[in-house]
């Protein structure tokens, strides 16, 4: 029954993640120390793309990367911030659901191997309840053999 409503939970988080996301592009964009710091982020993410764009290509890569315009950088970072908060929620729910799944599986496996072992002990039951049976077979059977012999010799003597 609660499986549902886990599923239920992360698919509502994920959805709400989003204007979340978006209200935290709006506020880098408006608070001035965040905004000084991300402009430096979105730099350095410019740069990397931009490298890594032209050897994709096989363009130089020696040649000077112009930076972001103030506005384009703030943009740029507050994208990147979005992304990354949507990512990090969608993979804390994956985590989540994984770690849940594993539990489940490990108390299944735990049922498993207690029902083995039940029915390992009650086989040794059954093989020590045989062998008493042979047992008393074996007694009953040298049992009759001298009830046997004494008839044979008491019907030998009439």
Request: net charge positive.
């Amino acid at each position: 029954m609660s499986l549902p409503f886990m599923k239920l939970g992360t698919l509502v988080l994920r959805t709400l993640s989003k204007p979340i996301a978006s209200r935290l592009k709006k506020e880098a964009a408006i608070n001035p120390r965040f905004r000084t710091s991300i402009i430096g982020i979105a730099q350095a993410n410019h740069r990397l793309t931009t490298t890594l764009q032209r050897r994709i290509y096989g363009h130089a890569t020696n040649v000077e990367i112009r930076p972001l315009n103030e506005e384009r950088a703030v943009q740029v970072a507050g994208d990147l911030i979005g992304e990354f908060f949507v990512f990090t929620v969608a993979g804390g729910a994956l985590i989540f659901e994984v770690q849940r799944s594993a539990r489940s599986e490990a108390k299944r496996e735990e049922i498993r191997i207690q029902e083995i072992e039940i029915m390992r002990l009650r086989d040794e039951d059954i093989l020590k309840e045989m062998e008493l049976l042979k047992k008393r077979i074996d007694e009953l059977e040298k049992a009759t053999k001298g009830t046997r012999l004494t008839n044979s010799q008491t019907n030998n003597v009439k």
